[in-house]
């Protein structure tokens, strides 16, 4: 069974940092490229990032570039989210999602993790 | 990229059909066979409904199904259950090179 399980979000100050983690399991995660997907409360699905499946290819939303940073372990079978200088706008729950091996789209998500970015 | 427009709410009684429309551009969604449908209850993660504008992944039930026309992706859910009183959006890319886009998000009520 393919599970996607996202860890440490938490209250954060404005200006600060926080890395999310997403555990992988069920599949052969080295082969599939993987996403970052957030939702502000009460708000509409928004793309943050993906990851080719070894790691060499990244593209982020104009939003986060030059902030967020994803990254991932094959041999762990984890995905990262390295967020810093965190604004309140990045307020939201993350999902990891894995992309289908057969084309652009989201076959699995996690339960996501909540980021609350505030003072 | 823009966001992909959405309406913001439809409802219809159990039995009933619905269509949720979701409007890109000819960038998008009407040069690319790539729109795919999720479906959200409240507090849960997404669940992938509909991929490459029509396709129903095993185990999704055949009363959804999803068209296009032009620079407009439909979903059509059939005979309303109250299990489908959920948020739904809609999903595309503008070619592989692309990052994806979503849909502001359409709740049905099912009356």
């Known amino acids: 069974e393919v599970q996607l399980v996202e860890s440490g979000g938490g209250l954060v100050q404005p200006g600060g940092s926080l890395r999310l983690s997403c555990a992988a399991s069920g599949f052969t995660f080295s082969s599939y490229w993987m996403h970052w997907v957030r939702q502000a409360p009460g708000k509409g699905l928004v793309w943050v990032s993906r990851?080719?499946?070894?790691?060499?290819?990244?593209s982020y939303a104009d939003s986060v570039k030059g902030r967020f940073t994803i990254s991932r372990d094959n041999a762990k079978n984890t995905l990262y989210l390295q967020m810093n200088s965190l604004r309140a706008e990045d307020t939201a729950v993350y999902y990891c999602?894995?992309?289908?091996?057969?084309?652009?789209?989201?076959?699995?998500w996690g339960q996501g993790t909540l980021v609350t970015v505030s003072s | 990229q823009s966001a992909l427009t959405q309406p913001a709410s439809v409802s219809g009684s159990p039995g009933q059909s619905i269509t949720i429309s979701c409007t890109g551009t000819?960038?998008?969604?009407?040069?690319?066979?790539?729109v795919s449908w999720y479906q959200q209850h409240p507090g849960k993660a997404p669940k992938l409904m509909i991929y490459?504008?029509?396709k129903r992944p095993s185990g999704v039930s055949n009363r959804f199904s999803g068209s296009k026309s032009g620079n407009t992706a439909s979903l059509t859910i059939s005979g309303l259950q109250a299990e489908d009183e959920a948020d739904y959006y809609c999903?595309?890319?503008?070619?592989?090179?692309?990052?994806?886009?979503f849909g502001g998000g359409t709740k049905l009520t099912v009356l």
């Open positions: 000819s960038s998008d969604v009407g040069s690319y066979n790539l």
């Open positions: 490459e504008v029509s």
């Open positions: 999602a894995r992309a289908s091996i057969r084309g652009p789209y989201f076959d699995y």
């Open positions: 990851i080719n499946s070894d790691g060499s290819s990244t």
């Open positions: 999903c595309s890319y503008a070619g592989s090179s692309t990052s994806p886009v």
